[in-house]
């Protein structure tokens, strides 16, 4: 009789157990979406604040300025959004970590600023540490992004995450034309040591593109793709074989275009889950 009870108290307690971690993984699957999307929206507006930063420093243009602190509060809200808690990530270092290093990016780049503010010229030095700093910050959140992904397992939407990567893809890119276009100096802005070239960025780009279109794409979708198309085959070869002579400002447009349209696709393909 003590064995069956002792039987029955393992067999309830596994029965517990199993129905907690059922509960935690629908809970992750529920709340992963927005933790992806909140560290999406951080990352894109991360790179495109360096990217405005690079034009801003060419020309010390306020409504450029205005672009800065636009990103900067975007970032800000989408990185104060994240909560492990939803993730069951609790006691996690890297989401404290990327909160650190985004401070220290953001008075990067109001030091950046300042000086060309006061003087009319970048401080190189400084721009360098910031753009290191940048590389520090996308590889913190690089690996929440791969704990959130483990976390929602099967139920990862491989075209959502296509989007996404596409999107961040543009705006590394866009900041790298950008430093290359507007800073005397480029070659100590163009990443760490095993940063891709802009060529590779760009072939990288359309294999996410192709994977994003690799489902149905009827209706808003197929728009938002054929103009992504259109666009990025504007400003390709620009990309793929860099020209100092090439006009920058159409280029930042047009990749800031195909970002507007990658992530209302992922709005879509979101609400369609």
Known sequence: MKDAHVKAGWMLAALLLLFAISVTTRADQQHAPRFLENLHQFRINSFIALESYYRYSA???QSIHFEIIAAINSASSAINALTLPDLDLTGNQSLADLRSNFE????????NV?????????????AAEMAEHT??????????????????????HPRIEAARSAAVTMAQMMA????RSNMAVTQTFQGDATDDPL???AHTFESYL????????SGAIGADMEDISSKWQFIRDSYIHYNENNVSFVIERYSRAIIEKLNNTISILQSNA
């Open 59 to 61: 020309s010390a243009d």
């Open 199 to 201: 060529d590779v960025k």
């Open 114 to 126: 300042d000086e060309v503010m006061q003087h009319g010229y970048p401080d190189l030095r400084l």
């Open 176 to 179: 790298i034309y950008s430093v």
């Open 210 to 217: 192709a994977a994003v279109a690799a489902g149905d794409t």
């Open 135 to 156: 590389n520090i910050l996308n590889a913190t959140a690089l690996e929440l992004h791969s704990l959130a992904l483990d976390k929602i397992g099967s139920a990862v």
């Open 104 to 111: 220290i990016f953001k008075e990067l780049m109001r030091r």
